[in-house]
Every structure is written in C-alpha cells, then in structure tokens.
C-alpha cells in the first residue's frame, strides 16, 4: 500500500531536548516536505526536499533542521525544542507533477 | 504561487450537492488548481486538480471558470464523512516550493 509514514504520533517532551521525528515514503517520490498546522494559521511550510541531498527553506524554518540522505526518508530534528514549536506536524510526498500524498500527523507537545 | 480565498464555513444537508467556491484571481497561466480535504486532524487528501477545463472523478467534479480567476469544487451527493476542511491552493506543476494553504473551507454535512 502507498503510504506515508510518521514516527512518533503523539510526543510530549521538555524544552531543549533534542528530538526527531521520522518521515518515510514508498511511492519513490522525489519531492517530499515537512508542514506544521497551527490553529487560525493552517499549514506552514517548515522545509522541502527536491531529491536526495536537495533541501531548502519554506516558510517557517526557524529551529528545524532536516536531512535527506535516502529518497524514501526526510526525518525532522528539533535541536532545541522550545514551547512554541508545540503543534500538529504533517509530511508530505509527491512525484513531479503529481499530487502530494501526506503522513497521519506528529502531535508534539513541548513543555 | 497564487493566493486563493475561501469562506470559512459552509453546511449542506446529506445527499444534496455540495459546491465549495474558491477565488484565485492573481492565477497565473501555468498554475494548476488543486483541491484537498483534511478530516479532523488527520493528513490532508488530495481530491481533484485542473489547469482550465473542467475535471471529474470518482470524488468530486471540478469547474474552473473561464477566466480561471474562480472555481468551484462538487461533491454531487454528500455523506457525513464528507465533512471535512476543503482546501484551494493553486501551484505550477511540479513545485511544492512554499505552497500557500490558507484556512480553507470547514463543510459540515448535515443529516
């Protein structure tokens, strides 16, 4: 089944602790991208990726890294959580051309 | 990549026609029109997309007009797990760079 796959769903942890979150898709997409929803302010784009060791910035990439070193992954970190990363995170993957297929969703809490 | 407008908030009794409008009048030429849906809080569904002539599938119809500054999405007999954030967003084919999401339109499907 094609899909896109997040890790953890549900994250709760304490400011400056450093996490990830995973991302990985089996449709051999190219492109493939990281949102975050926030309450009256939709979805944001925190990072994209063109191709494996392609990224770049979207809107709203303060405090996130990522990396892409295999085309079916693109993990999220967070060196330094802080309060107000707590949101509702969504990757996405798409072919060109094509349609972007998101994950189930990472609900992080940061305390 | 365009902005679009939607209402926030719109009902439709079950089995009626839904009809969801979205306005983007800076479109340009090369831009597509895409419409996904996000239930609850899980990862938004691709639904339908076009560049100028109407579109339809299994989910929905999609009418652009023909100046291409507005569309309209149909779900032609809704159910209750059509209720659901309907979003318009427009991009060139091929460009996940900074999609702008907007708040969309919240569908409540009424028994």
């Known amino acids: 089944e094609a899909q896109v796959t997040q890790n953890p769903r549900y994250l709760i942890t304490v400011t400056g602790k450093k996490l990830t979150v995973t991302c990985s898709q089996n449709?051999?997409?190219?492109?493939m991208s990281w949102y975050r929803q926030d309450p009256g302010l939709g979805l944001r784009q925190i990072y994209y990726?063109?191709?494996?060791?392609?990224?770049d910035k979207g809107d709203v990439p303060e405090g996130y890294k990522v990396s892409r070193k295999e085309k079916r992954n693109f993990p999220l970190i967070l060196e330094s959580p802080s309060p107000n990363q707590t949101s509702l995170y969504f990757c996405?993957?798409?072919?060109?051309?094509?349609?972007?297929?998101f994950g189930p969703g990472t609900r992080l809490t940061v305390t | 990549d365009a902005k679009t407008t939607q209402p926030p908030s719109m009902d439709c009794a079950e089995g009626r026609a839904a009809n969801l409008p979205c306005n983007h009048s800076?479109?340009?030429?090369?831009?597509?029109v895409y419409w996904y849906r996000q239930i609850h809080s899980q990862g938004p569904q691709y639904i339908i997309h076009?560049?100028?002539?109407?579109e339809t599938n299994e989910m929905a119809s999609l009418i652009i007009t023909e100046d291409r500054k507005s569309s309209t999405l149909i779900l032609p007999h809704a159910t209750l797990r059509d209720t659901a954030v309907y979003y318009c967003?427009?991009?060139?084919?091929?460009?996940?760079?900074?999609?702008?999401w907007g708040l969309g339109t919240s569908l409540a499907v009424n028994p």
């Open positions: 996405a993957s798409s072919s060109e051309r094509r349609e972007q297929y």
């Open positions: 449709m051999n997409h190219e492109y």
């Open positions: 800076t479109i340009s030429g090369n831009e597509y």
């Open positions: 076009g560049l100028k002539n109407n």
């Open positions: 967003i427009v991009r060139v084919a091929g460009n996940n760079r900074k999609l702008i």
């Open positions: 990726s063109m191709n494996v060791e392609v990224t």
